[in-house]
């Protein structure tokens, strides 16, 4: 498989406001920026509510600090200074604690026999940033083999965590037997939260079964490396996987996040001797070739030189990724829409590798069962099946009502 990954032309760089061009200028994304870009806006002009709004809501407020923080920066107002130290310092505390965290419960899980895998978050931090301090993140990801999930999550409740579905109409606090059976099936995680706020992912697959690309676990846990973090060797997937993780993860949430282009652009440069060739072949072999080109591709036209000079060829997905990628800038700083009406994503339909799983997506999503049905009807196990009835009908219920409101909004609208 070959890639095309060149900067895009500058007629596609959206036109953003000059405080994400100067965050963009800092963070040294500079494969976006327009002819002067932010060099000639001065610090003194600009919404620095603003600009520390969509620093925080995309998880660079460490970076923008550290950048803003050197010798050679632009003069900066001090109360600005001051909310970016406040906000470092949290972040930071915070991160030592879930690290720690971390470490204990790997340690816990090792003990009852249980293979437990730490990615993106801590991991990421330690080994592409260098600094734990520096990559902003909410939670814990470990991913546990689906024989051992349960066993996890029990052992999990007893050190303080419960499990919380927060995908329905009303809390569920318990499942039955054939939704759990269901859940394991469909789902991808656990959310386990500690009464201190504290949150663990705990997964056995990297994206839900309804979705168009997905990694089998099996092999990925299969060639194992080992890591260090605070001292401490931890055992995590190999590099050139950890950038398909990246990939998936970044495509599973629509790239909504400036902070997860960089982590991929700096797993990257941290790992120079990544086999490409065989990441490659990984990501055909399962469904992830469109993923990797989009992630590679936005990772590369922020950070022109990302992706060796061998893998940016011609490709047969060139215009295609190139629209796609186009569409994620476009929308990446803009207030986030209403949510969609019906449970399937266009983005995710463009990354389909051909008809016959766009279909399947399609089936999927607006077919099989989840929380959200469960929530709001009660069934016992023996009447299951009813679910797959109750899904489409909700379906069709909701996207009315989104469409009723969206009338009268327009209506109102007109008439004013």
Known sequence: MTLLLRSRSPHSVPEWRPEIRFLLEQLGATGLSHPGSSRDVAPGGLDWDYLLGAATRHGVLPLLFKALSSPDSVLIPDAVMGRMRRGYGTISRRNFILTQELLRLLTCLDDHGIVAVPYKGVLLAAIAYGDPSLRQFADLDILIRRKDVLKAKLLLQEQGYSARFIYGYRPLTRLSSA??????????????????????????????????????????????????????????????????????????????????????????????????????????????????????????????????????????????????????FAGLFKKKPRAECLPVNSLHLQLCANWSDKVTYLARGLCVPRVQEWSMIRLPDWLYPLYYVIRPIRIMAHCARVSIERLRIALERHAG
């Open 179 to 328: 939704e759990t059976d269901a859940f394991l099936k469909n789902y991808l995680e656990f959310e386990m939260q500690r009464k201190d706020g504290l949150l663990i992912d705990l997964h056995w697959q990297f994206a839900p079964r309804h979705y168009p690309f997905r990694l089998d676990p099996d092999p990925l846990l299969a060639r194992l490396e080992t890591f260090r973090i605070e001292g401490q060797s931890v055992s995590s997937f190999a590099r050139e996987d950890q950038v398909l993780l990246l990939c998936l993860h970044g495509a599973k949430d629509r790239w909504e996040k400036l902070l997860w282009m960089i982590d991929l652009a700096k797993l990257i440069e941290a790992c120079p001797d990544l086999d490409w060739a065989s990441m490659c072949t990984r990501s055909t072999d399962s469904a992830m070739e469109l993923p990797l080109l989009l992630g590679l591709s936005l990772a590369e036209t922020l950070f022109p030189g990302t992706v060796p000079r061998s893998f940016t060829e011609r490709s047969a997905h060139r215009e295609h990724i190139g629209r796609v990628a186009q569409s994620v």
